[in-house]
């Protein structure tokens, strides 16, 4: 979803429900044109498995599993987890409340209940 910016499971005009059997049958696909790269596919296709036994990340390596797989080759596991790797952008904020970096979804909290 981050890569692409839509969820893997959503297909035009599924609605909710139908959204929800996809995700939990693990029924998803990746964009046509080569959008998401062979190396994000392997990632992705090895974290979502159904069976929990079989997921990435739950295997007898654990996390580590995760962290050398390739497509995290560019980050630098023991930096980032000592917080010692510089953040590409810092936003300027008003106030510890500022919002101003996200979309605003005041129309949908409007919305009646459906």
Same mark, same amino acid.
């Given at each position: 979803?981050?890569? @692409?910016?839509? #969820? ?9 429900? #139908? ?16 959008? @998401? ?6 990632? /992705?296709?090895?974290?979502? @498995? ?12 654990? +996390?580590? +599993? ?18 010692? /790797? ?13 919002? #101003? ?14």
């Amino acid at each position: 979803e981050m890569l @692409v910016g839509r #969820s893997p499971f959503y297909s035009y005009g599924t609605d909710q429900v #139908s959204l929800f059997k996809r995700i939990v049958q693990v029924k998803y696909n990746f964009p046509p044109g080569g959008v @998401v790269n062979d190396t994000a596919q392997d990632l /992705i296709q090895r974290l979502v @498995v159904r069976r929990v036994a079989n997921r990435f990340g739950c295997l007898a390596r654990g +996390d580590t +599993d995760i962290r050398e797989h390739s497509w995290f080759s560019v980050i630098e596991t023991e930096k980032l987890l000592k917080k010692s /790797i510089q953040a590409p952008w810092i936003p300027q904020l008003k106030d510890p409340l500022d919002a #101003s970096h996200f979309d605003s979804y005041k129309h949908v909290e409007n919305e009646p209940p459906s």
